[in-house]
């Protein structure tokens, strides 16, 4: 370790103790004084508990509860395998990230099965989170209190409150609340937490009617409490810009203000509510529809979470347009039903899209998301997908990726450029990488994510450009990757994209990410195949000279079969179908064949193969490369062309 950080670090602990501790004061006087800042008495308070047992937090005409009503259309009551689900979950056996995850004892609740242990019950400011030497994954923790299984039990057995599952739920309930006082422990530690929890706890009762009367005076305790929580602690990135958790603590406020609209304290949260939705949409929504954080995964959940929040307001035609771009992005970012899984995705829902298990669960499909969009517009908004907005010739701005489709083939190229408002987050050293579908089978893909905290080092890897298909320069990252920083995302660096023909079938784009040099791809379809020409330049005329070399790499699907045939030809087989992989120049290039892990969910690793060339010689650096099905005569073809 350098002497000279030690002083450094030292100052850095005892401040960040010394703004814990007044944190936690400053919770403390607002516990204390609860009543005086929500404004509630006994008799509100007895108010408010008999309309909850009359009419549920809100009427179900509202739009809140239209989009209830609707999420709840995708459970069947009478499905054997979504009740055994449910009466398992109401029991305490939860199938999360692939484990079982038990909650038999008050423990259970923040026990950390990847580190063995459980999280500190102490005030949540005096929580660290973010120590790189510590096991585990706050996220795998997490996932259990944000009660989206008591959706579920509401779902089947909501016509029936008393039945054993719902019974088995409310003393969970009474567990966490037990377990977990306010503001203490590692389920207080963020907001996002809190507003998915209060979202899922109160459209239970909503979907539940007469579910839990007995208990409803402490829970709406309980709720108020979150509320006041959420705010007097509503999140921002330490840069000042928002962010999927500052949109997550405005919309758990929206579902609690309008739970409590006829009191003050309620008034005041759909208020703050409505004033952080401008401010979040106008911020993350980009011109071309995508999400500024640069993953589609967490694009998907900001479209819930935002529509969740203008239901709850009341306020879908105000915020129509930013909406409209969302889902019109996700439906053209759409492949063959799912998205690609490029960026960041740890598999966050928000209430009520999360009305499934969890192993039914798809990150990567924004059809609940669209469908619901579809139905608070009354309009066939975002039903197919529509072109990109940008002319050929124009650049496609704010877009996030560029899609190709046609001839099998359906294919996305990553173009996230300068200047257009992505913030370093969720995204990952992915620029002009593809993934690419053929005969609605996914060929080329993206590696996934692997964990937060769990595997580090994998965290890292996936990230990295050499975990992506496109061409990297030597071993240079598109942005150096810091081995503490585990949610730094790449500022995009220059760079630009656009359709090259009016029939969208070809894509210019390059980037600065390797500067002094420049990454140049053009993707095209031609005669059934799909060509990827890559080019390395200087970005300033003159300035790099001598040899450079370069790798060109294609991240393929799990089960994929790699044969090299001849040093320039490879066939990847899925299933019963096979794509010819050509390096069609230079001509001294070959290619190799390596299995790297892949991360196909949250929490899991699993191994997949590469293909790559290496690619030398003064600049301009020249690639291309061919995909075509291995059955078309097509190959011919390009085998004289080449």
Known sequence: MNPFLLPRRAYGRIRRRFEARRHTAADEQLLLRADLHLGIDAAARAKLIERFEADGPWPRSSPLGALLALCLTRVDPGDPALRTAAADAAAGRLELFGQ???????????????????????????????????????????????????????????????????????????????????????????GMEVAIRAAAWILTLAAAPGFGRESLPRWIDALLLHGLFLETHLERHP????????????????????????????????????????????????????????????????LETALVTAAALDAVDTFSAPLEALAQNLARATINGRLPAIGDSDESFFPPFTLLPFERRDPCDPGAALAAWRALRGTGAATEAPPHPASSQAPAVGAGFLRLSGDRFEAIVVARHAEEGFVPTHGHNDLLSICLDFDRIPFLIDPGTGGYGWDRALRHLLRSTTAHSTLQVGE????????????????????????DREDRSAITAWHD?????????????????????????????????????????????????????????????????????????????????????????????????VLEARIEGALPLRSRVAFVDHQSSTRWRVNQEA
């Open 239 to 302: 840069h000042g810009f928002t962010t999927n958790h500052t949109l997550s603590d405005h919309a758990g406020l929206a579902v609690l203000g309008r739970a409590f609209a006829d009191q003050e304290c309620g008034r005041r949260w759909l208020e703050r509510a409505h004033a952080g939705l401008v401010e979040c949409l106008a911020e993350q929504v980009l011109r071309g529809g995508a999400h500024s954080e640069g993953s589609l995964p967490y694009a998907r959940f900001v």
């Open 100 to 190: 079982t995850t038990p909650l038999v004892h008050a423990a259970d609740w923040s026990f950390d099965y990847l580190r063995g242990a459980s999280w500190p019950m102490r005030p949540h400011a005096e929580i660290r989170l973010d120590q790189p030497d510590r096991p585990g994954d706050v996220r795998v923790v997490w996932e259990r209190a944000r009660f989206h299984h008591a959706l579920l039990v509401a779902a089947v057995y909501g016509a029936a409150p008393r039945a054993e599952p719902c019974a088995q739920l409310e003393a969970q309930w009474d567990q966490f609340l037990a377990a977990n006082p306010p503001y203490s422990g590692v389920h207080w530690a963020v």
């Open 476 to 499: 240079k990252e598109q942005r150096a990757l810091r081995p503490r920083a585990i949610f730094e995302g790449p500022p995009a660096p220059p760079g630009g994209a656009r359709f």
């Open 513 to 609: 990410g390797f500067d002094p040099l420049r990454h140049e791809r053009r993707v095209r379809l031609r005669r059934g195949l799909l060509l990827v020409s890559d080019r390395v330049v200087p970005v300033r005329p003159n300035e790099a000279t001598g040899i450079v070399v370069a790798t060109v790499r294609w991240q393929f699907a799990v089960g994929a079969r790699v044969e090299i045939l001849s040093p320039r030809v490879a066939r990847v087989s899925i299933a019963d179908r096979s794509l010819l992989v050509l390096l069609l120049h230079p001509r001294g290039a070959g290619w190799q064949s390596a299995e790297r892990p892949v991360s196909p969910r949250y929490g899991r690793r699993a191994g997949a193969p």
